[in-house]
């Protein structure tokens, strides 16, 4: 079994657990700080992962690191220790967020552009997106990419909506290739 679908059940699994408890903000929330610190911290990754240190040694760091957080959480990375799942902890967290926000009609989007959007621009093109997928909110983050010289390349999930001028230059240049074969 593939380690995407791997994270996908166990994301899942968090899922359904957080709407039984109703709790799934609440889960959404503490999942959030568990994946900067998994992010920010490489030797937490490395701990939690060295082939030397025992799972007792690491549930036991686990407990005290994550003190703060909920019962299903600091459980949740436990159950992951003793599986030998650390690895795809940033994964399963990642996917369970996408599955809460799914709840929620919300969609996460970067959106590259040669300059910052103005508070205007970005207003319209939230209320565009909103229609086109149908969402209730949609968080943005405009990310400054010189190399598209002009208009927008959008990225939600896996799907990429380019309307840059170097897309479409890319493009008539993939046509122009294929014409002249």
């Known amino acids: 079994m593939s380690e995407m679908t791997v994270s996908k059940r166990y994301a899942e699994a968090l899922f359904l657990l957080g709407q039984e408890k109703n709790s799934i903000n609440q889960l959404k929330?503490?999942?959030?700080?568990?994946?900067?610190?998994?992010?920010?911290?490489?030797?937490?990754?490395?701990?939690?992962?060295?082939?030397?240190i025992n799972n007792t040694d690491r549930?036991?760091?686990?407990?005290?690191?994550?003190?703060s957080f909920?019962?299903?959480?600091?459980?949740t990375l436990k159950l992951l220790v003793d599986?030998?799942?650390?690895?795809?902890?940033?994964?399963?967290?990642?996917?369970f967020i996408q599955f809460a926000n799914d709840a929620e009609g919300i969609a996460l989007a970067t959106v590259y552009t040669a300059r910052t959007l103005t508070?205007?621009?970005?207003?319209?093109?939230?209320?565009?997106?909103?229609?086109?997928?149908?969402?209730?909110?949609?968080?943005?983050?405009?990310?400054?990419?010189?190399?598209?010289?002009?208009?927008?390349k959008i990225r939600i999930g896996n799907t990429i909506y380019d309307g840059s001028i170097s897309g479409k230059l890319r493009r008539i240049e993939q046509q122009i290739v294929t014409a002249n074969n």
């Open 59 to 67: 549930k036991k760091f686990i407990e005290e690191v994550f003190q």
């Open 83 to 95: 599986r030998q799942r650390t690895a795809l902890i940033p994964d399963i967290i990642e996917q």
């Open 119 to 152: 508070d205007a621009e970005k207003q319209q093109l939230e209320q565009n997106l909103k229609k086109r997928l149908n969402k209730q909110t949609i968080q943005m983050d405009n990310v400054v990419d010189p190399e598209l010289i002009g208009g927008v």
């Open 70 to 75: 909920q019962k299903d959480v600091v459980h």
């Open 29 to 52: 929330q503490e999942f959030s700080q568990v994946q900067e610190i998994f992010e920010s911290n490489s030797e937490l990754r490395t701990f939690l992962m060295h082939p030397r």
